[in-house]
């Protein structure tokens, strides 16, 4: 009998739980109020090379430790793609490492990703459970199958999460979803991240465990940009964990209008494709940054450098 992942063998029952505790926990996290994202998603702080690390992001510091470091499991589905000795279980501190403690480049970049890498696949996999129960859904209706309380109600959940405010069927509602409920390739996430925060250097990135140079809007949200042009009053929101920070930065490539043509061109891709391509995908950034097209290209750069597209999963749902 072929092994079942642990995410294909859940019952419909098992997804709507898990999807409602999906939505429950992620709602959490973007509540309105001090930790709320904003509409638009902008570039915080001036561009890092893309495959160096700059003179002060290196201090004479001893490396960071693991001695104190709390164990994870990583992904059970990373098997499929990285070697064993990257997906055995690790440890991994609660609070952001002291990147800046790593004199060596490239452990400094191993260090970042490996601290990453499970907490984006624990965010993609959410969303992976949420996609499963839709597809569940529109194949049910497909087939004249009748649809109880619990998978309407499921349905308005989503759309009133992911920002759907036309009225339209049940059918074209769930095909907007699909759209929108779908994963962020490791590979653009982890470029971002590293960019945006300095290889988890920045003040926002310790302070804020905003590693993706997120606004908000309201007064004590985040951190207030020392920089800040006159006349401004965003700040760079501010999370109670690096867990809570990427799970708004997928919400809002996910939802947010300026990232329409990225969602575009992953839902054509996703029929096509194997792996989602963060390279390909990083072509639906040109809003993310006011550098525009320069943006893209440090974004592709940083892909290429550092061989990402290695640690992107398999497609599922």
Not at 80 to 91: A, F, G, K, M, T
């Amino acid at each position: 009998m072929a092994r079942l992942d642990p995410i294909t063998s859940l019952t419909r029952t098992d997804l709507i739980m898990l999807g409602a505790l999906a939505l429950s926990i992620s709602a959490s996290a973007l509540l309105p109020g001090a930790r709320t994202v904003s509409k638009s998603m902008v570039y915080a702080s001036p561009a890092k090379p893309v495959d160096t690390l700059s003179t002060h992001q290196v201090s004479t510091h001893q490396a960071v430790t693991t001695d104190k470091m709390v164990v994870t499991k990583v992904s059970n589905i990373a098997s499929e793609i990285l070697p064993n000795s990257e997906v055995e279980s690790r440890s991994y501190p609660s609070t952001l490492p002291d990147f800046a403690a790593i004199n060596d480049v490239s452990t400094k970049k191993q260090t970042f990703f490996s601290y990453m890498l499970p907490k984006i696949r624990q965010a993609n996999d959410k969303i992976l459970a949420n996609r499963r129960l839709l597809l569940m859904i529109r194949d049910d209706l497909a087939t004249g199958d009748a649809l109880d309380e619990d998978d309407v109600q499921f349905v308005s959940s989503l759309k009133a999460r992911y920002k759907i405010k036309q009225k339209t069927s049940l059918r074209s509602t769930i095909d907007d979803l699909l759209i929108r409920v779908d994963v962020v390739p490791e590979s653009l996430v982890l470029a971002q991240a590293a960019n945006e925060s300095g290889w988890g250097t920045s003040r926002f990135a310790k302070q804020a465990n905003n590693l993706f140079g997120v606004w908000c809007f309201s007064k004590g949200c985040g951190l207030t940009p020392k920089n800040r042009d006159e006349g401004l009053n965003h700040e760079v929101a501010k999370y109670e964990s690096v867990q809570e920070g990427i799970i708004a930065y997928v919400h809002t490539i996910n939802t947010n209008p300026a990232y329409i043509q990225l969602r575009h061109i992953r839902a054509t891709t996703r029929s096509e494709e194997h792996h989602f391509s963060g390279h390909a995908l990083a072509e639906g950034l040109l809003k993310y940054s006011s550098r525009g097209i320069d943006y893209v290209r440090d974004i592709q750069q940083l892909i290429r450098v550092n061989d990402l597209q290695k640690y992107t999963l398999p497609l599922q749902a």
